[in-house]
């Protein structure tokens, strides 16, 4: 089971412990899944930390320009606006997508994914077998934090600035112009280009140093570390999402610690075809020949000659998902029980998701064009099923494996 920027086209913007375990948990740590956790690091690491300070002086700049409505044309938005902390550095909204531009009335093409736990996302690469990983952003063209911060702060539908010199100037007359200069050079802003590479550094190394963007303290990492008990139902829920036969969810959402005892990120950084229905809340589906394609394109343009790869989107971390306004790319789904559903009933009772159309026949994966639909998923479990036959999941099982999403928050609190 896999969960899930647009220059005009524009685009949107859009870390492991192991404890003693107490007497009786010896069975529960035993339903972990058996695939191992997916790693590896980004392209550069963390900037030195001087003592004392908790973060570098570059994120600890990075966190004020983050949060900065200035650096916008509106001087309404800012990074913080659609990945708001209080919601694990996602939208607080149900907005399919969300309102930019200098009047924040010019609406985006796609669902503002949430900014924690990217720090060990890896570049973009395919690997031995050939298959997309890694990389930032919906479609994976940006290869670092840095790099996918350069969307927002230029796509007319965010934070819609004519160009990098007006976001430096920004800066440079903000309440933190002087930090920025001691973390980066008094002559930093003499050089635009410079300083706008520096500008987008910042925003990496805090996303990279502060430990809200990935404090692995859910329910579920205290389970791993043996410090809470999982409920009846959550250990249910964590089988059906483990089984192979059933939820399949671990095939892509990796639920193991890795060997190293590091702990599961819930993606491998994969990408895929699930065959979305399409949202006709988001304005650019009025045109009836806009399709995002996702690694094919709009957006993203190195691949579009990649046609299996149309419709194909990253796999995203499953920690946080309870918390989740909208779900998807597109955000369809604005419910995560419905979600689950999708996964279990798409083939078997596809008019729950599908329009009819009208000779009465399902149109099925109606926002991929015809030549495409073949590249939607139906091999893997749970999509291996036809109309007539039974969901992988029953009622009450899509029920436990909600509540086992549900232990994956941060911030858990016994």
Not at 269 to 279: A, C, E, T
Not at 326 to 339: A, I, P
Request: with cysteine.
């Amino acid at each position: 089971m896999r969960f899930p920027f647009r220059f005009t086209h524009q685009s949107q913007a859009t870390a492991s412990c192991s404890y003693p375990r107490p007497a009786g948990l010896v069975l529960q740590i035993g339903l972990v899944a058996v695939l191992a956790a997916c790693g590896g690091g980004s392209s550069a690491g963390p900037a030195a930390q001087p003592a004392g300070t908790g973060i570098s002086p570059a994120a600890q700049v990075g966190e004020k320009i983050f949060k900065d409505v200035n650096l916008s044309a509106s001087g309404k938005m800012s990074c913080a606006s659609c990945h708001d902390p209080a919601n694990a550095h996602a939208q607080s909204n149900d907005l399919s997508v969300q309102l930019g531009g200098p009047q924040l009335n010019v609406p985006g093409f796609r669902a503002v994914p949430s900014l924690r736990y990217l720090n060990l996302t890896p570049a973009f690469g395919f690997d031995s077998e050939g298959k997309a990983k890694g990389g930032f952003t919906r479609d994976g063209r940006a290869d670092t934090l840095a790099a996918q911060a350069a969307t927002p702060f230029l796509a007319a539908h965010e934070m819609a600035n004519k160009d990098a010199a007006d976001v430096v100037s920004k800066v440079q007359q903000g309440s933190y112009a002087n930090e920025f200069k001691a973390a980066f050079g008094s002559t930093i802003f003499s050089n635009t280009d410079n300083a706008f590479d520096r500008i987008l550094y910042a925003l990496q190394q805090y996303q990279k140093e502060d430990p809200d963007f990935h404090p692995y303290d859910s329910k579920y990492d205290r389970f791993l570390a043996g410090q809470a008990v999982l409920s009846d139902a959550e250990l249910r829920g964590l089988a059906l999402f483990n089984n192979p036969v059933k939820g399949n969810c671990a095939a892509c959402h990796t639920s193991k610690k890795g060997a190293d005892g590091s702990a599961p990120l819930f993606t491998d950084f994969s990408y895929d075809n699930l065959g979305v229905p399409r949202n006709e809340r988001i304005p650019a589906t009025a045109n009836p020949d806009y399709y995002d394609l996702g690694l094919c394109g709009p957006d993203r343009t190195d691949l579009a000659s990649r046609t299996e790869l149309c419709g194909a989107f990253k796999v995203p971390t499953l920690r946080n998902v309870a918390t989740r306004k909208v779900f998807f790319h597109n955000g369809k789904f604005s419910n995560l029980r419905d979600v689950v559903n999708f996964y279990v009933r798409r083939d078997t009772n596809p008019e729950e998701w599908f329009p009819q159309m009208a000779d009465g026949t399902v149109w099925k994966f109606n926002d991929l064009p015809a030549a495409y639909v073949a590249n939607v998923n139906t091999k893997e479990v749970p999509y291996n099923r036809q109309r007539g036959m039974a969901p992988a999941l029953s009622p009450g099982e899509v029920e436990d494996v909600l509540k086992f999403l549900g232990t994956l928050n941060d911030g858990y609190r016994p």
